[in-house]
């Protein structure tokens, strides 16, 4: 918003600012606003704002009343622009809201490698990140844990598991987990502030995890604060898979 009042009633939002009123999420904090002025061609940054050069009208939409460009287009201009797990989380959050349909991801894939500029470098780290992503991740949380599992050799057999008991009923859900090899789960939930805003909310998790060691299953609970290549989450994961494979 202060890209477009930056630059009045003409300005369209584009990359990361186009994503922000997109509604995706995981986008740094650091990152600059971006906005771009049809019928001029670019023009000159002010007051922290990047003005870039004019995009093809075709993929202009409107965001809540914001004039932006479309979610492969600004997907595209961001994604270049971050780290591989970064890039990860942000494109995960647009899948996980649908913004991509169809072959949509394979538009922003082409349209990436086609844009210019110094961001170009970063594509070979990306490519990791296409073949990774997922929109059953339901938070950039729990794509850069993914990324940081992946990244210290730990593949996870899958995400979003579900735990029944004998009667088939829905235990719990396992945010990522790895199957071993006695056909039990070890499982990995990843908790958040936003997640326990009350009390009733962690005794229910606390129930819920009750349940699922009932079947033999492990639960283990991580925090931001303990993701990272060489973090706890990491540490304990490999620990208990040597000693449980």
Do not use: K
């Amino acid at each position: 918003m202060i890209a477009l009042l930056a630059y009045g009633p003409n300005a369209i939002a584009i990359g990361p600012s186009a994503l922000a009123l997109h509604g995706v999420q995981g986008l740094p904090a650091t990152m600059s606003p971006e906005v771009t002025v049809p019928g001029g061609g670019p023009r000159r940054d002010r007051g922290g704002v990047r003005c870039r050069e004019c995009v093809v009208p075709e993929t202009v939409v409107s965001a809540d009343g914001f004039r932006t460009v479309d979610p492969v287009v600004s997907l595209a201009q961001t994604l270049v622009q971050l780290a591989p797990r970064e890039a990860l989380g942000v494109l995960d959050s647009a899948l996980h809201l649908e913004l991509l349909r169809g072959e949509s991801l394979t538009q922003v894939r082409r349209l990436a490698h086609r844009l210019r500029g110094p961001s170009r470098h970063r594509l070979p780290e990306l490519e990791a990140v296409w073949e990774m992503a997922d929109g059953r991740r339901a938070s950039p949380l729990e794509s850069w844990a993914y990324w940081d599992l992946v990244a210290a050799g730990l593949q996870p057999t899958d995400i979003q598991v579900e735990i029944r008991d004998p009667q088939r009923r829905l235990v719990a859900r396992g945010d990522i987990g790895f199957l071993r090899r006695d056909g039990t789960w070890l499982l990995i939930e990843l908790q958040s502030r936003q997640n326990h805003s009350d009390v009733d909310a962690v005794i229910d998790d606390g129930e819920r995890r009750d349940d699922v060691m009932l079947e033999e299953h492990t639960v283990l609970e991580f925090w931001a604060i303990h993701l990272g290549v060489r973090g706890r989450m990491v540490q304990r994961v490999a620990q208990h898979l040597e000693r449980r494979p």
